[in-house]
């Protein structure tokens, strides 16, 4: 992006669980530069919970496009930060944490010139599927969408 600082709007759809339908609901953003890496904040509205916000700042790559970040979101991740690791390739950062021992975080985040674009992913582990009562909707272990954000450049 030429101009990072431009701020940003869109949507940005909400689930909990996978088989939850997506909420969208207006969000906003910015993007900035940041020593060779990027900084990102955004606004998005649990359908439940309200307005929440979040960060991420990104690294910048080493000379194999390797990534680390630093993420916190007033619904998902606080009171800390979630470190990520993750690659950047063009226009494209893919970073991933674990949690919770064997939970996963993904968090994909596209940016050129005229947008960005933001999802996040739940990773479930094959271990919790042991853990569901009988009669809960059914699972599958690996990546959900949790939140899908797409957001254009104002005027």
């Known amino acids: 992006m030429d101009d990072l600082a431009t701020p940003l709007s869109g949507t940005c759809a909400f689930r ?3 088989s939850d339908t997506l909420a969208d609901a207006p969000s906003t953003a910015a993007v900035a530069p940041l020593g060779g890496g990027v900084s990102l904040a955004y606004t998005w ?5 309200g307005e929440q916000r979040g960060g991420l700042v990104v690294g910048a790559p080493d000379e ?9 979101d007033t619904w998902h991740q606080q009171p800390g930060l979630m470190i990520l690791l993750g690659r950047e390739e063009e226009d494209r950062v893919e970073l991933a944490a674990t949690y919770a021992e064997e939970w996963g975080w993904t968090i994909a985040l596209d940016l050129t010139d005229d947008h960005a674009a933001m999802t996040m992913c739940n990773v479930v582990p094959a271990s ?3 853990q569901l009562p009988p009669d809960a909707p059914p699972v599958e272990a690996g990546p959900y969408d949790v939140m899908v954000a797409r957001w254009e450049r104002n005027g």
């Open 16 to 18: 909990l669980m996978p």
């Open 64 to 72: 194999q496009g390797r990534v680390e970040a630093a993420w916190f």
């Open 128 to 130: 919790a599927l042991e």
């Open 45 to 49: 509205t649990h359908p439940l919970d």
